[in-house]
């Protein structure tokens, strides 16, 4: 495997992994302010961003590559309130994107077109996940810091968030 790309996938190991314990503490915290529902979406998130990283693990040795399992910064543990939360996981999905991007404009400079094959199921993932993030964060800005719409929006969240995965 080529080394920039090995080191690339490697860079992209960690983001998921990092991804899936910000969501584990986006989670934690949610559950602790008794948003139910925003906590069962990013425990499901937490779990998701865990298999990305895993698939990553497993490609690169299946391809020979030297996985370096790594080490990760500390999550944020506490938000304003709900508004800042979406934002924060609009930003770290655009994040992993833009990473992503990268990495498909790498394999094309070095010819390598398995892993930009392998790569495209996280293209369409990544635009999944911005998606739902964007329709999330939408309506909670148009809630506003209105008490009981953020109660509904705890209590629709995850049929808000099905309804837009199977569109
Ligand atoms: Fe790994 O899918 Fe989002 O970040």
Redesign the pocket.
């Known amino acids: 495997m080529n080394a920039t790309i090995e080191e690339l996938l490697n860079n992209q190991i960690k983001?998921?992994a990092q991804?899936s314990i910000q969501y584990l503490a986006m989670a934690s915290w949610a559950d602790a302010e008794g948003y139910n529902g925003v906590a069962e979406f990013f425990y499901n998130q937490s779990e998701?961003?865990r298999t990305?990283m895993t698939k990553l693990v497993k490609f690169v040795n299946e391809r020979s590559g030297k996985v370096i399992v790594p080490a990760l910064d500390a999550p944020k543990p506490a938000y304003n309130g709900l508004n800042e939360l979406f934002e924060k996981f609009l930003e770290?999905?655009e994040f992993?994107t833009q990473q992503i991007n990268h990495i498909i404009f790498e394999c094309l400079q070095h010819k390598d077109y398995n892993v930009h094959n392998f790569m495209q199921w996280?293209v369409s993932?990544?635009l999944e996940?911005e998606a739902v993030a964007r329709t999330l964060l939408d309506k909670l800005n148009i809630i506003g810091g209105d008490k009981s719409g953020h109660y509904l929006f705890d209590r629709d969240i995850l049929t808000i968030a099905a309804s837009h995965e199977d569109e």
């Open positions: 983001f998921e991804a998701e961003e990305h770290s999905e992993v996280y993932e990544q996940e």
